[in-house]
């Protein structure tokens, strides 16, 4: 048994599930090929998806890739590239999917899931959450589209902080370090997260599909085209801009199709 | 009656004030092209001016634009872009002007009120400011160029978490996410801004013009031309240099003449 | 006698030690000299060192230039222009050392003490520390590139507040603004700073000198090319991977050669 990541939907708030028991969700690489397949199934579906909620079973979000693996999946060069080239597009699916993007964060958030969470454009986190990358004692390195999602989050010193002590930190200090968002009491964590994700639900969903892009557009240093700077005025004559405009004149709450 | 955007200048320091009465200060068609000429005005001013004050009216900030011009103003994609026109020379223009910018916050501050703050150089904060982008209920989109200045300030995480949810949060949050420099009690707020504009202007102003333009310009992906470089050596040729080391060394306070 | 910057080895870490005795560590044009060929001397040491600790000599970490000596080094832009062909290929060579660098603060770390800060990887300060540029009283600027060290740390609201207003911050502000990585108490400075290098010279030393070269080079605008793009597998053809996955599936603690 190698674990799995299965996803579900309940109105337009979609949950991907890692699971992998008894090793804090490793990702093998099944599972990280099940990651991309279930952001890219999710990316499809714009009808009825608003938000997704990414998590881990049980009492973690995931310790990573699974080293149990190494000896037959990334034990030289040539392995390593192959076994890259299963984790990076999932990396991808989850950076590149339309959709608003919340990781719940429970327990270990290190190694490779931590840059999954990188990945994600929200990061709410339990108390008892911990975060790390501490590969200098495995001696590898991550790559740079990985460093590049984690930089952006919490710059340079912190980064550097991170990889070269191999530190370990709790959600308090994450917090501090700008790696989650917010954090709040383990309990409360689902409450928190599935809120979010209802009021994000409830906002103009192209508006959301909008910024999303945009943000990460902003963060590759190639220059604007001008279709892209025009881009910022679709959303003009979109029907949920009427929906929403004339709502807030009338006072009444919009009710957005994504249309 | 639209509001109007006016400035006044008190020895080296020049206060711009958003008006809009009974409206938290939103801004009309008209108040943007002021809020424009005010600050292209101020930058030909070289010689008396060394410190802009953005402030509101009252007890708001700026509560972005006006949406019950939308009607009329902004209602499909060419109307929008005809808006747009309006709008974003003069976020430009307080972005491009030489003079040191603060922003004295009180109330609201949100939306375009945001995208107006985030152009400037200090943001400082009474304790009831609240700051948001909630545009997720309009059904509209933060433009490229706006979404650069908040994103610069505040880093993906903050930027996709405000809009996203289209969350209003208040001062201290705003200080924890990086949106506002610091936070003081509201009855000490005016004091707190005219003692840190007189700082400024008591500093060598063609110093504190080359550190905007540099910090602007190194926002910017293009890599630096040898001209520009070259630049960071000319304030060596100043009398402000001459007068600023000399009053070091003699253990004076300076009087710069921005020259 | 105008001060010296000296270093010495301990094992895998070493010290570099700023030291200008009643100047609070002001580095003279030497001094500057001798801080390039410490870090050039230490960036070839591949095979023993593996963290570098810099220091200031008692009470400070360094308050910068030595004023003192503007008027026969620095007096106009021709000479400044020499002056920093001193300084700016001594600031590099912190940056382009391969090995870790980690700043010991103490005191005023002001000025070109914080430029040099700035440059290294982790900055840990004591509660007495203190920092700013307050170079808007001497009427002079920081360079771009030295500007854009403070900035890659710091952001754009930050480095204007610090260089527009000129002010000295102390290390709980300093933290606040992420110019620090953590503060502890003077008395415990030493403990944790060389405790940091022990736990950085544990880990594996490759990829530690491939973390900080990636993250140096995520800071430039430059798209990456293939073969930067390809470096980050070449860990997994290294000694120091075969003896870090397999230590860690023995659960023993693994002794990494460099290799």
């Known amino acids: 048994m190698s674990g799995s990541v299965t996803y579900s939907k309940d ?18 690489l099944p599972m990280w090929r099940q990651l991309r397949s279930a952001f890219e199934e ?27 693996e190494f000896e037959r999946e990334r034990y030289d060069v040539a ?17 590149d999917c339309p959709h608003p993007v919340i990781s719940m964060i429970v327990g ?4 490779g899931g931590l840059e999954i969470a990188s990945r994600t454009d929200i990061r709410i986190a339990g108390e008892g959450a911990r975060f790390g990358v501490p590969v200098n004692r495995l001696g590898l390195v991550v790559a740079y589209a990985e460093l590049k999602a984690l930089l952006d989050i919490v710059g340079p010193s912190v ?20 790696l989650v968002n917010r954090v709040v009491p383990d309990k409360k964590l689902e409450g928190e997260v599935y809120d979010t994700a209802r009021r994000i639900a409830e906002g103009a969903p192209l508006a959301a599909r909008w910024h999303k892009k945009f943000v990460r557009r902003l963060l590759e240093p190639r220059p604007l085209r001008q279709d892209e700077l025009d881009e910022s005025y679709d959303c003009f004559g979109t029907e949920d801009f009427q929906t929403g405009y004339r709502a807030f004149l009338d006072k009444k709450k919009p009710q957005f199709r994504g249309r």
Do not use: W
């Not at 270990?108 to 190694?111: E, F, K, L, Q």
């Open 79 to 95: 392995s390593a590239r192959a076994y890259g080239k299963a984790i990076h597009p999932a990396l991808v699916a989850i950076s």
């Open 42 to 68: 999710l990316s499809h579906d714009r009808d009825q998806t608003r938000c997704i909620v990414l998590r881990g079973a049980g009492e973690a979000f995931a310790a990573g890739a699974d080293i149990a």
């Open 11 to 28: 109105g337009a708030i979609a949950t991907v599930l890692i699971e992998n028991a008894g090793r804090l969700n490793a990702l093998s």
């Open 108 to 111: 270990p958030c290190v190694g």
């Open 159 to 178: 980064a550097l902080e991170m990889l070269l002590e191999g530190k370990i930190v709790g959600a308090k200090e994450a917090a501090a370090m700008r």
